[in-house]
């Protein structure tokens, strides 16, 4: 397994991101039987690989500093054409070279501790300024959130995400694990159980780091 580089071990803690891993892809072995060819998860969302690396919302400077020399080149460059591609576009192109590509556990996992993971922090730490003062687990339960959701505060939807600001600046660890569990209401009884599941994990992770 890739070592964890030391700046990501003073961001999030190693049980923090073995927590994104699981919510993102599953364990290992479910990895490799259904997640190393692309997939398409519908919605809104572009062509994915690896640990929830989507296409759609990625420019092709980042793509190519993310994943060359990491797969195959010519892996590189089927999966290219998908950059920016969101929505109901990306089905139709999902024939020919892309779906030969498959993405190694291993090399999956190296993008997402030196690529993906520094990305998130920041975005994070844009809108929670006082991140650093949480401790690590928190830092990562957070650090998951806006992995899975982005970091827009911004309307009725993230009013539980906005309210964390303040949490964050006061080391409200009760509070914040309160409002990331609350914002499940967006997900109850749509049938998107594995949301509200991974909302009511991310609060027992910050409430489990100040037992």
């Excluded at 998951?144 to 409200?172: T, W, Y």
């Excluded at 609350?182 to 009511?200: F, Y």
Aim: proline share 3%.
């Amino acid at each position: 397994m890739v070592k964890l580089p030391i700046k990501i071990i003073n961001m999030i803690s190693k049980k923090a991101s073995d927590f994104i891993i699981l919510h993102e892809v599953g364990s290992k072995s479910y990895y490799e039987r259904f997640l190393q060819k692309p997939t398409y998860p519908k919605g809104e969302s572009g062509l994915t690989v690896g640990f929830g690396y989507d296409l759609g919302y990625q420019t092709e400077k980042q793509f190519l500093k993310d994943w060359s020399g990491v797969i195959n080149l010519n892996f590189v460059n089927a999966l290219r054409r998908f950059i920016g591609v969101k929505g109901e576009k990306v089905v139709p192109m999902m024939k020919g070279e892309v779906m030969n590509v498959r993405i190694p556990y291993l090399a999956a996992y190296e993008v997402f501790i030196k690529c993906q993971l520094p990305r998130y922090y920041k975005l994070t730490k844009d809108i929670y300024p006082e991140l650093e003062t949480l401790n690590e687990d928190t830092q990562g339960a957070l650090v998951s959130m806006v992995f899975n959701r982005g970091n827009k505060l911004e309307g009725d939807s993230r009013k539980e995400m906005k309210a964390i600001v303040n949490l964050v600046a006061k080391q409200d660890y009760e509070g914040i694990a309160e409002q990331v569990e609350a914002s499940k209401r967006l997900w109850e009884n749509k049938k998107m159980e594995g949301l509200v599941t991974r909302r009511e994990a991310e609060a027992d992770l910050i409430l489990q780091s100040i037992a």
